[in-house]
Each structure stands twice: as C-alpha cells, then as structure tokens.
Nanobody
Framework: QVQLVESGGGLVQPGGSLRLSCAAS????????MGWYRQAPGKERELVAT???????NYADFVKGRFTISRDNAKNTVYLQMNSLKPEDTAEYYC??????????WGKGTLVTVSS
C-alpha cells in the first residue's frame, strides 16, 4: 500500500499562484511516476501533469507555460507550482503514484478555488 498526502490548496484570486505538495509513504518502488490530476464539479477527472523518477514530464496542454511539476525523490514528494491561475482551474486536485510493481494509488484531494 502507498499513502499519499496532499497539501497546499486554497482560495486564490485570478492571476495568483499556489504550490501543491504530495508526500508518498509506504511501499514505494522505483522507478515510479507521480503527478496530479484534477476534477471540476460535473466534469471527469483529467491529467494535469506527471513526472517520473527519471525526470520525464508530461503536461496537459491547458497548463503548459503556467504550471511546473517537480519532485524530491529522496522525500518521495511531488510538487505542482501553479502560476497565472484562472477561474477554470478551480477543481479538486488529486495526487497519483504508480510503478511497475504497484498502483495506481490516489490521494484524497486538495481543493483549489480561483475566484475574485
């Protein structure tokens, strides 16, 4: 089992920034992929960004140039720096972990609200 604990969500004005964090613990295998998905009310969950232990990233087109994913492999923690936030970025943001040996596992989510 892998436990994922997210933090960093909140209320921010349009154009503002937030940084999400997700710490993984438990049966962590390398190599692995960690990242973020989001789900807005009434919509399906969608990919935001992922990053593997080798450093390869995958971003959704709608966040390119605004969001940056990074990780600390020693701490099994992934981060999502979100800049130039828009109201349409409002959603529950979920952390994901998966490896060849186990997963995927999901965090419980952290709410991001972009509103003036």
């Amino acid at each position: 089992q892998v436990q994922l604990v997210e933090s960093g969500g909140g209320l921010v004005q349009p154009g503002g920034s937030l940084r999400l964090s997700c710490a993984a613990s438990g049966s962590i295998f390398n190599p692995n992929v960690m990242g973020w998905y989001r789900q807005a009310p009434g919509k399906e969950r969608e990919l935001v960004a992922t990053l593997n232990t080798g450093g390869t990233t995958n971003y959704a087109d709608f966040v390119k140039g605004r969001f940056t994913i990074s990780r600390d492999n020693a701490k099994n923690t992934v981060y999502l720096q979100m800049n130039s936030l828009k109201p349409e970025d409002t959603a529950e943001y979920y952390c994901i972990y998966r490896s060849r040996s186990n997963g995927p596992y999901w965090g419980k989510g952290t709410l991001v609200t972009v509103s003036s």
